[in-house]
Structure formats: C-alpha cells, structure tokens
C-alpha cells in the first residue's frame, strides 16, 4: 500500500508541473495533489513526510522554475473553493492562500479599499505573495497583512500574526508552513482614486517590464542600496543568451525563454549573470526565482 492510496482520486502522478509555471519549462513532478481543503492537505503533508517524500506548494507558478529532471516528491495546488474564498469585514478582507493576486487586487482598488496598488502587474497567488512578501518600490503585501491561517511544518492550523511571520525584503518567517488564508487590513478610498494608483501601477509595469514573454518575473534580489537590473545592465548582459533563453532587452533582470529553451538553459544564464556582476562590481546576486 503507498502512501498516496487514500489521495489517489486527487492525485496525478507523473505530472508535467513545468508546464504549469510562467516560464512553462522544466519536468515532471512525481505526485501532483490538489487536496479538498485544510485538513485533506494536513493529512497529505503528513502522509508524505512520513514516508520520507518531499512537498512543495505549487501557486500560478510565476516565481518558480522546474528543472528539466523535473521534482521527486509531492506538489500541492491549492486550486479547491475551500482555498479559494474571499470574505470582507469592513476595510479587512480574508483571503484563501490560493485566491489570485492580479484580480483580487484589481476588484479591490477598484472597489475603493486601498492598500494594495502596488501590487498592480504582480502575478501569483496569496499564499505565493506572503511567502515571498511581494511587492515594488511602493511596498509590500506584508504591510497590509495583520496575520495568517497556516499548516504549521507538525500538521495542525495555526494563526500567525504579522511579527511571527517576519515580513523582509521578498522573505518570511514561513519556512515549510504553509499559507491557508490571510487578513489583510486596507483603507476605505475614493474608488476613483484608489482605481487611478491601481491603474498608474500597472501601466508603469507594463511599460517597463515583458510581461507578454515567458519569464518568472525578476530573476535576481535587489543587493542592498542597488538594484539588480541596474547592474545587470550596466554589465553590458542586455539581449545575452544561453540556447533558448535571454536577458530581456526591456528589463535586464528579466530572463525570457523561446519556445525551444529548456530549463538547463536559463540557469545557464543566470550563473553567467552572477559570474559577469561579481567580477565586475563585486556583486554577489542572490535569485529571487524558486529553483526546483
């Protein structure tokens, strides 16, 4: 008997979970689960630490990319209603770990509750976005977030409030817990003008940014005091390729993949930027990008 066997009606195995993220690259997942609701993940998760089978969270896959020998172990989308429900309380809003961030943030600024306009143009899923504290220049969701549900690494709910989830530049205090729902705390506004921001936010990132392409969004952290694009630019990497991928023209801290370019391609590439920013300015860049 595998330890699959009661998930087996939700369970696919051999799953092309690389087709799944943004960059549509990368292999198989071994078991691809997508659980009813909490206490079907915790059983999920428990099950397969217990036989010693590694779990990853699978959101919109815009932060991730799959190696092209694929992962060994158990994804878990969180794409049921029970993870997907979005309640209002006044200016507070729950949000279910698997909600969409791009159209919850829209409906909401456009609604008149402000807070999260910066997040125009940032694809993922809640549970993605406070596990990496997503955001730009104007902020970050870990501003707005008063706490969290969350399936603690022992298999039991726990609600986290915001200094246990310890909010920093694209990081948490999250470690293997995982995100069930969020309380985010927003402002009551104008509709007109929280839409204006919502709508300025986005344009500049459409203007700046491919987001047409197949990419994972920015590759790199900013270093301290700097940012990553500046220095990838200024390198001279702009438009540099390793098969099938590239940095992008428009932003250089962008890769984007052809439709023959292979994982192995982009992290090619990505070593290559690392190697030309350290040697030139001492640079140490750290990914943003979640490798599998």
Known sequence: MSWWDEFANRTELDAP????TWFRLGGRGRYLVRPRDADDLAAVVCRAREAGVPVKVLGAGANVLVRDDGFDGVVVRLDQPAFRRIRREGTNVRVGGGVDL?????SLSYEGLAGLECLAGIPGTIGGAVRMNAGGPAGSIGDRVREADVLAPAGHVE???RDRLGFGYRHSALGEAIVLSAWLELVEDDPRESRAR??????????AQPLADRSAGCMF???PGDYA???IDQAGLKGMRRGG????????NFIVAD???TAGDVLDLMESIRDTVRDRFGVELEPEVDIW
């Open 17 to 20: 979970i690389g087709r799944m």
């Open 102 to 106: 791009m159209p919850l943030v829209k």
């Open 159 to 161: 609600t986290w409030d």
């Open 198 to 207: 919502f709508d300025a936010a986005l344009a500049r990132k459409v203007a």
């Open 221 to 223: 952290k900013n270093p």
């Open 229 to 231: 694009g500046r220095l």
């Open 245 to 252: 991928a590239a940095v992008s023209t428009r932003h250089a």
């Open 259 to 261: 439709k023959d370019a």
